[in-house]
């Protein structure tokens, strides 16, 4: 009798994948992506590293998914923020301190998700993720165009920009170096120093006023 798969097996089957999912997302939020190894996270997970390779083919395939997973979160919550109340250039400030804050309170990911070293097959997903950010900041530059708030003639390219530099303003009070320089008790620059000047640099390069400028008489 041939045999066939049940439907609680294939339940069973999906639990555990999500199990693993989850526990190497875990992995690379305490330790990034260097953390996430078979070994490690089959003991984390419960099982034998070989029985890893039936729920995913290989540890690039692995990171990758578990990028996206975290990258998607992410997207998902500056959308929200990009689409709320408020004129384009509020939006736009507030989209950029949150993003900011949310990678502050997860340093660790974050890094992970923005600069560490990975397989080709995060590296992948990366350039997939930075077009999504560009693509939300091409939405709410476009209405801020049409609303006379930005002056901006190339939005795409702008929108772009506007991705790379957020990202590498951030590398740096995120990296291995300089949590190891908090730790070791050194100056280092605050989230609202970071947050502050990413704003300011975001709305100056689109042409809008700062929020204190707009108070101005």
Not at 111 to 125: G, R, S, W
């Amino acid at each position: 009798m041939a045999y066939r798969t049940t439907a609680q097996r294939i339940d069973q089957d999906q639990a555990l994948r999500e199990r693993i999912i989850n526990a190497a997302l875990a992995r690379v939020t305490e330790g990034g992506f260097v953390a996430l190894t078979m070994h490690a996270l089959a003991e984390d997970v419960g099982i034998a590293t070989g029985s890893l390779y039936r729920h995913v083919r290989n540890k690039g395939e692995l990171a990758a998914e578990v990028f996206a997973l975290a990258s998607q979160r992410e997207v998902d919550a500056l959308a929200q923020t990009l689409s709320g109340p408020g004129s384009p250039a509020q939006r736009l400030a507030e989209g950029v301190e949150r993003f900011a804050a949310r990678a502050w309170d997860s340093r660790r990911l974050a890094f992970a998700l923005i600069a560490e070293p990975v397989e080709p097959q995060v590296d992948e997903q990366r350039l997939l993720y930075r077009e999504a950010y560009a693509e939300l900041f091409c939405d709410v530059l476009q209405e801020g165009v049409a609303a006379g708030q930005f002056h901006v003639q190339q939005v795409n390219l702008v929108a772009a920009c506007l991705v790379g530099a957020i990202a590498e303003a951030l590398v740096g009070p995120l990296s291995p170096p300089a949590r190891a320089a908090r730790e070791a008790g050194y100056p280092a620059p605050s989230l609202a120093h970071v947050s502050h000047a990413l704003v300011t640099f975001c709305l100056r390069a689109v042409g809008a006023p700062l929020p204190e400028e707009e108070c101005l008489p």
